[in-house]
């Protein structure tokens, strides 16, 4: 109660102080009354140094444009990010401008902390550039409550340094599952003369998104909306068991290798042709694997389908506090941050893919760069419905996979014991 | 105060109460820093965590009352069952062996010899440097896949040395994480350094004229005189034991992994309080970590009686 007490306190001070700066200038205006777009707001993200740096690049550009608006920053590692957010969550004293991830966006619309963005668009927010479905992973209700920055959709990426070397073909989009696993055994028989050796996968069922996207082929809901398990613990096992025959004969990379190599992975350190994962971690890929040379395409299809279902996730969403005292000036922000292509130039692609072509054209392309654009334009036909949005307690969930996958791989569980823990885990953490 | 037969002036026994008022009054006010500190820091968040550990709680949201569901979930969910029993592994194996180690150690250091003060440092050195982290960082890349401990045994006939080393082998995570901790005996030694410095010298020439062996030495004479050292270090020890944290998870990367191999329990704790923000969970682990510790440190020195001599005195 004491932590309440005080965040109210703090909270009330906040407001006292910024109701003070507000003073003459005519105080707050509704949405649309456009002159209210003064005063001082506060924007809070997560990210390393490099990215503070870049978002003060930013908003010294804002400036310029918004002399009148005065923004106070603040930034944490993504670990303290949710602790110090949580605190103010409960305590109703959020920043005005908070940047947030899909995983938080359900539990923060569930307890109304967020200004509904749609009041304000075609006015002082503009989102004629963004994909439908893209806004759609910001939505709650059909209340608009988060602008993405960047997008990515999922997908597999292979190194051709490494399969140049061992002299096989790149995998296609083409390929379905036991197509993928034939092609992953070419690779490992290549592979074997390497020292250490070189593997074509490491298990795809590792994580919960590729479960996801699993469920998403077939048109399955994932999460109902009152933030539930939209599937059963057979599809869980069912999931697992299409790796069955490839971890018993030994096609995937060793559990023992991963695991020493964490956190890079085999993928990252060269040793494992393909990764499963979000287009904009390309990035990443590039910098761990020490190589531009990677490409890019769909996983594989599943049994008899003939193309795949992809959705774009945001990577990261500007939000606006219900409680702030400025939403013209907050708005403005949101508006700025995420249509100039001048900010679009300033971060590259390091906040995902730009959402909006205008910003996607303004990016000085890295060679990375190129191979997700040229994915993106490839599967843009694809990508046809919104990313799931996610329950209170996805985190838990998601480490809860890995942790139980990784017993999978060391032969400690079965499938079914898998299903039953990562159930009973949610039935404590997906109670909201 | 020796105030002898002063006890009959009452005049004289206010004022002596008065200066201890006064003197109890002072020692209060320097305390009061660290009083502060403790009542506002220590006392204050335990209790809030005590009262925590029958909520549910996720910061977010207020703390639910949900009385002792925290704790009976805790003896359901295998993690925990998990985390209790490596933990419980590491502290009766790790700790004894350290002991031992640096008790060795001290014993080579207490001979004079040239050079021992540069010897002393050098192997104090792995406890100084960096509370751990950056020797758990040297600990990982010697045991990783490919590394030293992996090009070493695939030269003397183990398994090729590409394949996942030490740290990716389950089964051989703990024998790695007591070696680190024995690695770092530099605390406890000095602590026996100190106490063999203390044992009279004369007593091992008399047991040396009366025909005592280097052995019957150590058992008749080192080990008693060293008792009430030897208990000090192995309770801080035993209770640090129970707290590793830091090279878990740093070797693991922050998983807690291969397949839960170095889920110790303060790591468990913190991946249900600032990963999954299971508030109420993570204090009831908390607690239930307190009892245990309090627990063993008790049996500690109901035992103590028995084996732990302390001399010039009759306790």
């Not at chain 1, 197509?179 to 592979?191: I, L, P, Q, Y």
């Not at chain 1, 082929?217 to 398990?229: K, L, R, S």
């Not at chain 2, 839960?260 to 109420?280: K, V």
Request: charged letters at 20%; aromatic letters at 12%; proline letters at 5%.
């Amino acid at each position: 109660m004491a932590r309440r007490t005080a965040a109210a306190v703090l909270a009330g001070g906040i407001a006292l102080a910024l109701a003070a700066c507000a003073g003459g200038s005519g105080g707050s205006g509704g949405p649309g009354s456009g002159d209210g777009a003064t005063g001082e707001i506060t924007f809070t993200w997560w990210g390393n140094e490099e990215r503070a740096a870049q978002f003060e690049q930013a908003l010294d550009l804002f400036t310029e444009e918004h002399p009148d608006i005065e923004v106070l920053r603040n930034f944490n590692s993504w670990a303290d990010y949710w602790t110090a957010r949580n605190t103010e969550a409960a305590g109703r004293s959020l920043p005005d401008v908070v940047m947030m991830d899909v995983g938080y966006l359900g539990q923060y619309a569930q307890k109304d902390l967020f200004l509904d963005l749609s009041e304000y668009e075609g006015d002082t927010l503009d989102t004629s550039g963004f994909s439908d479905t893209l806004l759609g992973s910001g939505t709650v209700d059909d209340r608009l409550l988060g602008v993405p920055l960047g997008s990515g959709v999922w997908s597999m990426m292979y190194n051709k340094d490494l399969l140049d070397g061992l002299g096989v073909e790149y995998p296609t989009d083409a390929m379905d599952w036991d197509d993928f696993a034939d092609w992953s055994r070419e690779v490992n028989e290549a592979g074997a003369a390497v020292s250490p050796t070189q593997y074509g996968a490491e298990d795809p069922t590792g994580s919960l998104p590729s479960f996801m996207y699993h469920l998403m082929q077939d048109g399955n809901e994932v999460f109902t909306e009152d933030g539930q398990a939209a599937f059963t613990e057979e599809d869980v096992v069912d999931f697992l068991e299409t790796g069955d025959e490839q971890r018993e004969d030994g096609t995937y990379f060793p559990a023992e290798r991963s695991a020493a190599l964490t956190p890079l992975g085999g993928f990252g350190a060269g040793q494992v042709a393909t990764w499963f994962n979000w287009s904009t971690v390309l990035t990443q890929g590039v910098a761990d694997t020490g190589t531009e040379n990677l490409g890019m395409v769909t996983p594989p299809l599943e049994p008899g389908a003939d193309s795949h279902v992809l959705s774009e996730k945001a990577s990261m969403l500007l939000t606006v506090a219900s409680t702030t005292e400025k939403p013209e000036a907050a708005v403005t922000l949101v508006d700025f941050l995420a249509n100039s292509p001048e900010v679009a130039a300033i971060f590259g692609t390091s906040l995902g893919t730009p959402a909006t072509q205008e910003r996607r054209d303004a990016v000085d392309k890295s060679a990375a760069d190129v191979v997700v654009d040229a994915y993106l334009a490839d599967v843009a036909d694809q990508v046809t419905v919104s990313y799931p949005l996610l329950p209170v307690g996805y985190g838990s969930i998601e480490a809860k996979w890995v942790e139980l996958h990784e017993q999978i791989r060391y032969g400690q569980i079965t499938s079914e014991e898998f299903a039953t823990e990562l159930f009973a885990e949610m039935s404590l953490a997906l109670n909201g | 105060m020796a105030a002898p037969a002063a006890t009959t002036d009452p005049g004289r026994v206010r004022a002596t109460q008065r200066k201890k008022r006064a003197d109890t009054r002072a020692g209060y006010a320097f305390l009061s820093p660290w009083l502060i500190g403790f009542v506002a820091l220590t006392a204050g968040p335990m209790i809030a965590s005590l009262y925590l550990s029958f909520t549910d709680y996720n910061l977010f949201s207020d703390p639910r009352f949900t009385g002792l569901e925290n704790y009976q979930r805790l003896f359901a969910d295998p993690n925990f069952v998990q985390a209790a029993k490596i933990t419980v592994t590491y502290v009766l194996l790790g700790t004894p062996v350290k002991l031992i180690a640096a008790l060795a150690v001290a014993m080579l250091l207490n001979n004079a010899r040239r050079g021992q003060g540069f010897y002393r440092s050098a192997f104090y050195l792995p406890s100084l440097i960096g509370g751990s982290v950056s020797i758990a960082i040297v600990w990982k890349a010697m045991f990783i896949d490919d590394g030293i401990v992996a090009r070493v045994s695939e030269l003397v006939g183990g398994g090729p040395a590409g394949s996942g080393g030490w740290v990716g082998d389950p089964g051989r995570t703990m024998p790695m994480l007591i070696l680190l901790t024995v690695w770092q005996f530099g605390a406890p030694m000095v602590i026996f350094l100190a106490g063999l410095k203390q044992v009279p010298g004369e007593l091992y020439e008399a047991a040396a004229v009366d025909g005592a062996g280097p052995v019957r030495r150590f058992l008749r004479i080192t080990l008693p005189m060293l008792s009430p050292v030897l208990f000090f270090n192995l309770l801080l020890e035993t209770i640090h034991a129970f707290q590793i944290f830091n090279s878990a998870f740093i070797i693991s990367g922050g998983t807690g992994g291969p397949a839960r191999s170095t889920l110790f329990y303060t790591l468990y704790l913190y991946f249900r309080g600032f990963r999954d923000f299971q508030m109420g969970y993570a204090s009831a682990m908390a607690w239930v970590l307190v009892v245990v510790v309090g627990l063993v440190t008790l049996v500690l020195f109901r035992t103590s009686k028995a084996w732990v001599h302390y001399s010039g005195g009759n306790r």
